[in-house]
């Protein structure tokens, strides 16, 4: 149905039907302005090469035979033995610890950011006294802080006042989940705002508690974007530099920060090996997070729109 | 007996605010009380003896010296002040490349995409998900000039008559360009998306109706949905800049010279000097101070937007 409404030309809307375009890009473009643009999409999709190709290259090297960051010597997995099997000739003993760390800190902070995020939106979304306003304007500040002012003042709190929570995971973890929760409020909210209230006031009227219909009706259909922001925490947690860096001290290196510090000075397929690893973490991530959303959603509202696109969306 | 609709939770008034309890006590503690050690520590005094940083939690123990320092610093000649000139000049540059890179391909993909539409937002927006270390050492990888096998970039340049020997994009004249590269590569496709969202929004009947009145597809662009689109180029552009004036790693991953160094490379190296804290709390609190004008601006705009939205 909605391809129709795509294909439609506004031919009508033009006092006279345009003839057939010539060969020429600009007159074709002049004639019909309602036709593609042959440079804009060609500018198109070479930002797309610009954006992505650089990164595949990248994850190319991680398979090089050789030292080599620019010249592809060969195919082989010496450097992702170097991150596992000790003694093997690449080994690196501080890859290991950085991808058990980043995803250590990740396990922690799903859970807790999804169950205080997924209820935070709840109530936003359902509460309309006094107060909501400001409640909604101090959920969306995590979002629009400089991560750099997140992570001063996390530290600087963590050194002088929370001084029972150490630098180090338990600071990490802390930071994590303060600065997810508002993700994860996002994504659920728009959820809710699908859903309505209709479902859970008609169970009331058939006589379920207040507790039951969130329990056997709100959750069940919130249930896609529940488990949806989880894995976007996951991946914003396995990707997070600076909130990490600044509350780590020592033997907490997660990747990015391991990348960080070895990125100039001592490069190796090692490092590109270990980037891989965390590119296909997060990005299988988001993969799932966003089919969760579209089969769900499809299934049960035949929504017409992709999920990408309310992606897209979610940003503004 | 029949209930009538919403009296049971209606009944009970702190129920949804109840809800909402953890998290905005979570953000209460963690997100709004640690900016306030930033102000404690900023106006906190120094320990005679070791000169550490010890917070000011009462108000009315605050003291000027640090915050005066600073400003002192950035209003007269000095290091400073140029971190702070090439923060604005970088930040000036980039959000400008953004613009002109980025408006055509959003453009593209909300009124051209077509069929590929779905395809060319996945990969637009896939870099939201990878790493920014990651794209940076990919860039690394490409404009490194070590002599046996120098990137990617520098055997294109070699490959051309101009070029000899490689670039050393890392330091000297070329490692603005690479910074800038940098925030250009690693900030553009938040800058892109909430573009696309603005334009993917333009009803079309006003495009047509355009061009009914005579426009010319240029003066239908430049009149129509140019200023449609202003919204969404200053929300891009808001979003962009705000992470971008507390970047210290993009400049030192690139280049790692004082000669581009920015504000969040000062921030940074305060805070990780013995008795640094105070000034680093200081730097940190007029940066917030400078883009909170900005953030306040954008979450503004947002609130209009979904407000709208739900109408």
Known sequence: MSATTEVRTPDTTAPAPPPPARPGRRTAFFRNPWGKPRFLGVWAWGYIAWSIVPVLIAVQFSFNAGRSRSTFQGFSLQWYEGIFIRGSEQFDETLLPALMNSLKIAAMTVPVATVIGVALAIGLARWQGRGSGAANFLMLFPLVTPEIVMGVSLFLIFVNLYTAVPLGIPAMVVGHITFTISYVVIVSRGRLFAVGREYEEAAMDLGASPAGALRRVLFPLLAPAIFASAFIVFAISIDDFVISAFLCIEDCRTIPIKLYSAARNAGSPGLNAIATLMLVSSMTAITLAILIQRRFIRKQEGGQRSAVEDFARFEI | ?311
Request: proline share 7%; net charge neutral; hydrophobic share 50%.
């Open chain 2, 1 to 311: 007996m029949p209930t009538p609709t919403g009296d049971i939770v209606g009944q009970r008034r702190w129920y949804w605010p109840a809800f909402s309890a953890p998290g905005l006590l979570w953000l209460l503690l963690l997100f709004v009380t640690p900016f306030y050690a930033i102000v404690a520590v900023a106006m906190g005094g120094r320990d005679p003896i070791f000169g550490l940083g010890l917070p000011a939690w009462n108000p009315l123990e605050w003291n000027f010296t640090e915050i005066r320092g600073v400003v002192g610093e950035i209003t007269t000649q000095s290091t400073l002040q140029d971190q702070f000139f090439r923060t604005l000049l970088f930040i000036a540059i980039a959000v400008t490349l953004c613009i002109l890179i980025g408006y055509p391909v959003a453009y593209y993909t909300a009124r051209h995409g077509g069929r590929w539409k779905v395809v060319l937002l996945s990969l637009m927006i896939a870099p939201f998900w990878m790493s920014y270390l990651m794209r940076m050492l990919a860039w690394v990888n490409l404009l490194n000039n070590e002599p046996e096998s120098p990137g990617l970039v520098n055997q294109a340049l070699l490959a051309t008559p101009f070029v000899s020997e490689p670039i050393n994009w890392f330091a000297g004249n070329a490692a603005p360009i690479a910074v800038v590269l940098g925030l250009v590569y690693g900030y553009i496709p938040f800058f892109i998306l909430p573009l696309y969202a603005a334009l993917d929004r333009i009803d079309k009947s006003q495009l047509e109706a355009s061009r009914d009145m005579g426009a010319s597809p240029g003066g239908t662009f430049f009149r129509v949905t140019l200023p449609l689109s202003k919204q969404g180029i200053l929300a891009g552009s808001v979003i962009i800049t705000l992470p971008m004036f507390g970047d210290y790693y993009t400049p030192n991953l690139m280049s790692g010279q004082p000669s581009v160094s920015m504000i969040g490379n000062a921030i940074e190296r305060s805070l990780n000097n013995t008795g640094g804290q105070p000034r680093g709390a200081s730097l940190t609190l007029m940066l917030s101070l400078f883009v909170a004008l900005l953030m306040i601006y954008y979450l503004v705009s947002v609130a209009r937007a979904s407000r709208q939205a739900r109408e």
